[in-house]
């Protein structure tokens, strides 16, 4: 489900890179996490290792909301999250976050061996709805 995301809403989205994710436990309690993201104009894509709450959230129940914050102005997104591990697609994804975090670039073979090293997969979210209260 594609959605229309206002010029404002993706600039706001762009000018930033921090975000509060929600995912549902097991349980069905919220889970939340403190994340750094980065938005393309149509998804955001996150950066979880795999044995962490959000990336088992995730792929037992795809629904999600983040909440982006500056001040009083935020955004709300919900979303219909993808999991990512394998590449090259997790390789890809990967990269769009180390250039907004200002990582240094490194071979695909280099990325790929640090990131199974560390377990990281990719969290890809759709957004399907944006709250804003600026």
Excluded at 93 to 103: A, G, N, P
Aim: glycine share 4%.
């Amino acid at each position: 489900m594609t959605i229309q995301i206002t010029p404002e809403q993706s600039t706001f989205l762009h000018d930033h890179y921090q975000a509060v994710l929600a995912t549902s436990k097991k349980n069905g309690s919220p889970q939340v996490s403190t994340i750094y993201y980065e938005f393309d104009g149509e998804t955001i894509v996150i950066s979880a290792k795999g044995y962490t709450a959000k990336w088992k959230n995730i792929i037992r129940n795809p629904d999600c909301a983040l909440v982006i914050n500056d001040g009083h102005a935020q955004l709300l997104v919900y979303g219909i999250a993808e999991g990512i591990s394998e590449d090259p697609e997790r390789l890809r994804e990967h990269r769009r976050i180390s250039r907004v975090l200002d990582q240094p670039e490194v071979s695909d073979q280099e990325l790929s061996d640090r990131l199974t090293a560390q377990e990281r997969t990719i969290i890809r979210i759709h957004p399907v709805k944006i709250f804003d209260n600026k």
